[in-house]
């Protein structure tokens, strides 16, 4: 069923953030009383940064648990060692997990450095571990000039589910500066398909910025197509965009 996507503006990064920090601290608390996990959905990149720093603030300042959260990432490089510096596991560590006191055993991500041949059951086991853990309870969701959530680059299907993909020559343009040139930057990732993604029970998708301004207008507005895979949440009941007032000035009224 389609359904209009909803989107909220705000004035920066840091207010849509603390809205979307209530939500997610609202879900954990919720889920410690009746004793049940809650299963949250990440993504990298710089758009969450702001949000990982509101978490902590939370955990360090207003007391919120994260002992009985598991965690799924949406993506992560191939060819790259955990440790490497723009490994997501590393970006993971540094912005968020080392600052909590979430479990490391409950801390999902693909891997980086698993063999071609192991590929196809690394995925599999990736999606049963994710159903086992009851499924997503709350997705967050950057979005990149390709129109790609997770690395879904434009093509992928609707019912995708997590795979090997080549990465879009425009994301590897946006990646090349914080690796150092693009012939630095991996040409392959695994990630959550947006079948996969499109399961969890919530989903905020963030976006700063007027260089996501277009994308997001062709992902609220424009027709639900596999070359913008972010438009494939139009048909999910409860997504929502949180933008800044750059990020949504190209939508129409
Ligand atoms: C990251 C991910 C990507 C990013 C997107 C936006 O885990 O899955 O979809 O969310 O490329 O990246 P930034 O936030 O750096 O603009």
Redesign the pocket.
Known sequence: MVTNVQFLVFESPAAACREVAGEIAALIRSRDLIGRRAVLG???????IPLYRELIRLHREEGLSFRNVTTF???EYLGLERNHPES?WSFMHRNLFDHVDIDPACVNLPSGTVSQEEILRHCRDYEDAIREAGGIDYQI?????TG?????EPGTPMDARTQKIHLDPI?RS??APAFGGIDKVPTEAI?MGCGTILEARRIAL??WGSK?ASIVRQAIQGPITDEVSASFLQTHADATFFLDNDAASKICD
């Open positions: 990440l993504a990298t990149g710089s758009t969450p990432n949406l993506d997501y969701l950057g979005i990149g000039r790609h959530i997770g690395f879904n994301t946006d990646a990630t963030l976006a996501k």
